[in-house]
């Protein structure tokens, strides 16, 4: 499968962290940043995610604000 | 001012590309990624946005999605 | 790669419109209902997608809203 | 009321599961397909959705990512 | 219709401007605050919007982050 | 810190309620409006929110649809 969203960042499962319909997953990107994540809990069993897994954080370019410093 | 986001990414525009409603900004990560990023081009002129500026890519966890590789 | 976005509805490409920034892909569903997509006009040529190709039309579930009739 | 939503599905809910904050609303589309939507409990409450009522998921373009299958 | 998204926002439009794919609209709320919207120009086409129409702007609460001004 | 997201609307927060991974946080604009935001947990406790805050809702103005009331 190819994916139309311009951002895919690898990375490794740091932590996840289950709620009744939600879930927060931390990818720790392999240029170093982390990336957190807000998935279902569904998704999270439904692909078996764990802790240490490699996998690729996916975001649509038209997600993605723009900070300036000043 | 501080954001709720949990995802800001530091890097430098290294292009930008404007239609007539929208524009696609390229941020190369300091990690060394690439982030894509369509805002309008009202926004672009409103903050004057160059190639070569420092910015933070600014993503919403709730719009993060997780792919794995198999 | 498996996705960890619920909704992933199979279709076929019926048009495209290009920008200059963005595209309008428009997919009929195997079920039979249209689904329009807004996306970046170099992930159109990224994938090559033209008219009549099979395609899926990935949707994370917190981007769903619900309407009632009455 | 009209809305500028550009896909508007209609189906049957399936399935409702409550968190604190959020709730995961299972739709069975008219086309056979199924979509989950994420919303606020508050939302199902004002809304007062149950199992078996007919209503629309209603998807923002921008938000739908195609996928080719190669 | 009544829809899931808890933000619904009373105003009239105060500008169009179109693109080949997009538009943006700029919608002076009731309370006095403008808010801007980048829909389809199919959508401004469909729903016949013009300058002066009194329209709602619907966020749906997962889209809007929180800033605080220290 | 200068954001490219067009919509900043500035309130003060009324409630706070907290899930497991997501909070649903609730600010009166000076306007009057009532804005909805859901963002994590972690994030309401790394900004210290708390009833009575000053601070800005932030939507980005892909996020937003148009309703017409006809």
Tied chains: 1, 2, 3, 4, 5, 6.
Excluded: C, Y
Excluded at 8 to 26: C, N, P
Excluded at 28 to 35: A, P, Q, S
Excluded at 60 to 67: P, Y
């Amino acid at each position: 499968m190819r994916l139309s969203a311009r951002n895919q960042l690898a990375g490794m499962i740091q932590s996840i962290k289950e709620g009744v319909v939600t879930a927060e997953v931390v990818v720790k990107l392999n240029g170093g940043e982390e990336i957190v994540s807000v998935i279902t809990v569904e998704s999270v069993h439904g692909l078996g995610l764990k802790v240490g897994d490699k996998v690729r954080a996916i975001i649509k370019s038209t997600e993605v604000l723009i900070a300036t410093e000043e």
